[in-house]
């Protein structure tokens, strides 16, 4: 290379015969003369070459000093022994490994591609076939998963493709045999469900509950219910009621059940102050929306929510014949063994997964059954159905249920024992026996029509839509009033309008306090004035936020001490699951989640597939080679010396690429481990999932897609790039990059919105595996430059240290005399494996950590 420069810069001096005594004499010992007008390239001489060269095999030369054997230099000119480079006459130095220096040789060159030469540099040899030498090569590279002819210079693996094939054919394999094996379980299974139901039938017409009646059974009193926010605003006041067993608002039941503290009021189970928090293995809370995991069936999804909510004495026939009286029960035999589906892909009907929300309590066998809109987004039909069923359980089991519920059909609403109607603030407009609520209207001035929806027209008279017919100045506030006084109604005595009298008052009325109602050109818009200023502003912000802060605070360190507590306590209300089993059937549940679907599988695979193949064909030419020898550097023009001694080093840059597209698929991929499921993690916890079992169980069933999918990535990655080092050693770094991240991916799930991961995602990788990789900025110039204070963050970066193993072993495996460079030390492979374990496991701690904290709301 050198050589070839220092040629051009004479291309245009004069020419002179060198056959000419008087020149030949005049520059007998000028060693610039010979080392550039007397330069000569001349063949390599190849040591056993092969009966048949290919035609693709590339060419070999090499600078050749001016020997005096020469006819053209007449018995002048120098020789040189081979493994040595002669630039001058009296000039002779030793050459280095992964150079070409045969007999007389001018100048070094690199081993040429598609030859290797001996570690002395005295031989060269063709690249023999199914193996390939890039330039600089010493030992020959093996043609794994490729084709090599004689003389090769690289070798395209394109046989990883057959690989991903076999792979994928072998994956399609398995998911075929585990249908049918699931195909004959569930034949099974559906024989066992016929049985409980003849069972089931036998019991009704012996005029027998079907349902066992519960062992346990709570009255619930509550009296005068309140909850301020730390911003003052009061949103529920002075609730007082009963629940009866065998007999809603949201927040009033979040109260009730202590998911929110409340500022004020007290709670009675069986005539004790008590709280139902302390019995929350026996409460059962069914959410509005239907959250369950939509890849499961029915069955898989009861019997899950039964094992971890049951007591932990119950044998598994028995749990199974709950969960199928429960499926009998609400009438889902027929898709027992249905996913459950989502938008992708169909599964079981709006009305059908209602009922497995409410199954997936039933079947935990709680003591008082709270439901949050549980006809929300059905039809008038289903909804009927759905309320008649929490009926019979109601009368069959003397479970307590209590339901939100908004604009129920007339036949819906009398599936109902009482009836709670809640005015705006959370006050209360009415509580009692529901067939006695239009009476009570009726009473204070609200007479309902017959063709009217009794509960249509509550609604209505709570929100100040139906005027009064006692009063023409009636509010909606007046309610509250209303009820607190019922005994002694002030307009009990007083003239009764007629409805049409009423609207018409109220019209009167209106005009008279209210003009601008009726009067468009009176409406004025007021500014908003700031009564405080910015200072309180501020004042009242900072404050809000160190309430809040200590709240949570609070909340953690309560937990934390009730669970130090619970080691050393009996507990009285139900022994469940133990965190071994738990794990354990957390554990069976992502595994039916995740190796169920066989398109999503598969989409992972090539995933990781292209995604190494991209980066493969990015770092095809990145390679090492070793700097020049220093004493042929000593004849390059100043201008170019500096670039004569420096290596050619793109291997940090190659394992920069490889970090980046490692972090860009994990982090992809795990996202949905956690991210997807978070509504489904919140309900469980507030169920009694612990969190550790629970995160360990989905993990270690992330690890055959983290080893699967990091080989993929791993033999595609290797067709175009032409690595030096041992396959195992790079593979290694590629699957611990792949741990780390789907630890990041954790990690982030938790941390924030399933909607926002692609796009975080994206920052995460660029962030660790470019910035903080070590190679842009140069870790030599972070840890000479950069205040301490910052160079932690390059030592907490997983990417970094995967560069540094990589290099170490891709430079090591050149042959060239190496030394240290970019901070980096050639012994430290180990203690870089080492550090990238030990940080991915710190993101995992990190992930439970944030699966703990964040969002700790909607955990209870």
């Known amino acids: 290379m050198f050589g070839l420069l220092i040629s051009g810069l004479f291309v245009a001096a004069e020419a002179q015969s060198i056959s000419d005594p008087q020149t030949v004499s005049q520059y007998a010992f000028d060693p610039v003369f010979w080392g550039t007008k007397l330069r000569k390239y001349v063949n390599c001489n190849i040591t056993n070459p092969p009966a048949n060269i290919p035609s693709t095999a590339q060419s070999c030369q090499y600078p050749r000093t001016p020997i005096p054997s020469d006819p ?7 020789t040189c022994d081979a493994g040595f480079f002669c630039p001058g006459q009296t000039e002779k ?38 193996q390939f030498c890039p330039t600089g090569t010493i030992t020959p590279k093996s043609c794994f998963l490729s084709y090599c002819p004689v003389g090769s210079t690289e070798a395209p693996k394109f046989f990883v493709l057959v690989v991903f094939l076999i792979v994928a054919l072998i994956i399609y394999g398995f998911y075929h045999w585990k249908a049918k094996a699931d195909a004959i379980r569930e034949a099974k299974r559906k024989g066992e469900l016929e049985q409980t139901a003849a069972a089931a039938r036998f019991a009704r017409n012996m005029q027998d509950n079907s349902m066992d009646r519960l062992e346990r059974t709570f009255d619930i009193e509550f009296e005068n219910l309140g909850l301020r926010l730390p911003s003052g605003v009061e949103i529920m006041k002075g609730v007082t009621g009963t629940l009866r067993a065998g007999a809603g608002k949201t927040t009033f039941v979040t109260l009730l059940t202590g998911k929110v503290p409340r500022t004020s009021g007290s709670v009675k189970l069986n005539g004790q102050v008590d709280e139902l928090s302390n019995y929350s293995k026996l409460i059962g809370y069914v959410p509005q929306e239907d959250i369950m995991i939509r890849e499961l069936t029915v069955r898989d999804i009861l019997m899950h929510s039964a094992r971890m909510r049951l007591p932990a004495s119950w044998e598994y026939h028995k749990v199974k014949a709950k969960v199928n009286k429960i499926i009998s029960f609400l009438g889902m035999k027929h898709v027992a063994s249905s996913i459950i589906g989502n938008e992708s892909e169909r599964g079981i009907s709006g009305g059908q997964r209602k009922r497995v929300n409410i199954g997936m309590e039933l079947v935990a066998e709680p003591s008082v059954l ?50 709670l109607l809640l005015g705006k603030g959370g006050r209360v407009v009415y509580i009692g026996p529901r067939e006695d609520a239009i009476k009570y209207f009726d009473y204070v001035g609200f007479a309902c029509p017959p063709e009217e929806s009794p509960s249509d027209f509550f609604m209505d008279v709570a929100s100040g839509v139906i005027p009064s017919q006692y009063d023409p100045s009636f509010e909606p506030a007046h309610l ?30 209106l005009r008279q306090s209210k003009p ?33 802060l200590w709240a949570f605070l609070s909340d953690v360190l309560s937990e934390l001490g009730q669970t130090v507590l619970g080691i050393f306590k009996t507990d009285n209300v139900r022994k469940n699951a133990n965190i071994i089993m738990q794990g354990w059937f957390c554990m069976k549940r992502a595994v039916q989640q995740t190796y169920r679907n066989l398109n999503a599988t598969l989409v992972d695979l090539a995933l990781n597939f292209t995604a190494g193949l991209f980066i493969s064909i990015a770092i095809q030419k990145f390679t090492y080679l070793g700097a020049s020898p220093r004493e042929m550097c000593a004849y390059a023009p100043t201008n170019v010396g500096y670039q004569c001694q420096a290596t050619v080093d793109t291997i940090r840059q190659a394992g920069m690429f490889i970090a980046l597209g490692s972090l860009f698929v994990g982090i992809s991929i795990a996202g949905n481990t956690f991210g997807y499921e978070k509504v489904v993690y ?10 550790i079992p629970y995160y360990v169980a989905k993990a270690l069933v992330d690890i055959p897609r983290i080893l699967i999918g990091a080989c993929m990535y791993f033999v595609s990655l290797i067709m175009f790039f032409p690595y030096a080092q041992k396959y195992t050693t790079l593979i290694s770094v590629v699957i611990l990059l792949h741990f780390y991240g789907f630890a990041l991916g954790y990690a982030l799930s938790t941390a924030v919105p399933y909607s926002k991961l692609a796009v975080y995602g994206t920052g995460f990788s660029l962030l660790w595996a470019l910035v903080l990789s070590g190679v842009v900025p140069d870790l030599w110039d972070v840890k000479t430059s950069y205040p301490s204070a910052v160079q932690w963050l390059w030592e907490i970066s997983a990417p970094r240290w995967a560069i540094e193993a990589i290099w170490i072993k891709e430079v090591s495996a050149t042959g060239f005399n190496l030394k240290p460079d970019h901070f980096y030390d050639f012994g430290d492979f180990n203690l870089c494996i080492t550090n990238m374990v030990k940080i991915t496991l710190c993101w995992h701690l990190l992930s439970i950590l944030g699966l703990k904290l964040f969002n700790r709301s909607k955990q209870k």
């Open 72 to 78: 053209d230099f007449q018995g002048h000119g120098w």
């Open 93 to 130: 130095f030793a050459c280095t490994p992964g150079f070409y220096c045969p007999d007389n040789a001018m100048e070094p060159i690199y081993c040429p591609a598609g030859f290797h030469c001996s570690n002395d540099t005295k031989t060269i040899e063709y690249c023999p076939g199914g």
């Open 370 to 419: 709270f439901l949050d809109e549980p006809t929300s987004g059905l039809d008038s039909s289903t909804s009927f159905e759905v309320c008649k069923n929490l009926r019979e359980i109601a009368q069959s089991q003397g479970l307590t249920v209590a339901a939100v519920i908004h604009s129920p059909s007339p036949a819906t609403f009398r599936q109902f024992d009482d009836f």
């Open 480 to 509: 509250f009033e209303y009820w607190e006084t019922r005994r002694n109604f002030k307009f009990a005595n007083a003239r009764r309008m007629t409805p049409q009298e009423a609207v018409q008052a109220r019209e009167n009325f």
């Open 516 to 548: 601008e109602l009726f009067n468009d050109d009176t409406i004025k818009k007021h500014k908003a004035h700031d009564y405080y200023g910015f200072t309180n502003y501020i004042a009242v912000a900072l404050a809000s936020i160190l309430k809040e």
């Open 682 to 691: 919140w309900r469980d916890t507030a169920s009694g999932m612990s969190v």
